[in-house]
């Protein structure tokens, strides 16, 4: 079963991490958004730079198959590398580059690849570096981020994601509507009466574990949620969770982009 690989082989402690910024050019809501500028500096640089500030990953690397983007990413120095246009998710490109990796190098193999979502660009490194620090723990195969709700407009958006927690802080499902359902409570008193949790979209996965959830087949909660995560638990895969009191902005919509402008 995927939930008893064994890390015995892997070092605790440091942990050799890369982050990995899928970045795409096409995108349905916001075409060419890792280019927008955002007070004077481009969305995808912005969110690069604030990874590199990050203690725990030894190297950040920009994942994209587009190549203005991979143009821009070298004009201000950053690391870049082309994967394939027919990529699903930002999962599978992050995969993609660390095969890349390996192949190049193969005796310095990374032990995590953490997913940097290239729309938060002003995502805090302790985000990214506090997700690093849970694989100290060698039977966290996936990990993630979470932050309490606190407002009615977040707990029934369907653009917030949900997640219930069990006592080992591992994830027992995700969703689009607000969960758990608070019987015999009116909806307006929910956060009065119970603790909700939303996710932010920030991964770090195990590279076997990588490896093995890239091939796996779309699942039916998945298909239903359109939430990649769902796939994972579907087929015995834990992910942890970690409580942050940072929240993130992330930039979906040029309406997005112009609050942020207005308050960065």
């Known amino acids: ?77 950053g690391l870049v590398m082309m994967t394939a246009p027919y990529h699903r998710t930002g999962t599978e490109r992050v995969s993609e580059v660390v095969e890349k990796l390996h192949a190049l190098d193969p005796e310095n193999v990374y032990e995590v690849a953490v997913n940097i979502q290239g729309d938060e660009p002003y995502i805090d490194p302790d985000q990214i570096d506090n997700l690093v620090s849970c694989f100290s723990d060698r039977d966290v195969e996936i990990a993630t981020l979470i932050h309490g709700i606190n407002s009615q407009d977040e707990l029934f958006s369907p653009h917030v994601v949900k997640v219930i927690i069990d006592k080992n802080h591992r994830a027992i499902t995700f969703s689009r509507a607000a969960i758990p359902y608070m019987r015999g409570v009116a909806a307006e008193e929910w956060l009065n009466h119970h603790t909700y949790f939303k996710h932010l979209g920030l991964y770090a996965y195990r590279t076997p574990v990588l490896e093995i959830i890239t091939r796996l087949k779309p699942s039916p909660l998945e298909m239903v949620e359109s939430l990649e995560q769902l796939r994972w638990i579907e087929n015995g895969f834990f992910i942890h969770t970690a409580l942050t009191n940072v929240d993130s902005i992330s930039v979906d919509t040029p309406d997005d982009l112009l609050k942020l402008t207005n308050i960065a």
């Not at 890390?7 to 910024?21: E, R, S, T």
């Not at 500028?37 to 912005?46: E, F, Q």
């Not at 990050?54 to 991979?70: F, H, M, P, Q, Y």
């Open 1 to 77: 079963m995927p939930g008893l690989i064994s890390f015995m082989l892997y070092k605790v402690n440091p942990i050799q991490a890369v982050g990995i910024i899928p970045a795409r050019y096409d995108s349905t809501r916001f075409p060419g958004k890792p280019l927008v500028m955002i007070n004077g500096i481009s969305m995808i640089r912005r969110v690069y730079e604030q990874a590199l500030k990050c203690k725990n990953l030894g190297k950040v690397i920009v994942a994209t198959d587009d190549e203005r983007i991979e143009e821009h990413v070298k004009s201000f120095g």
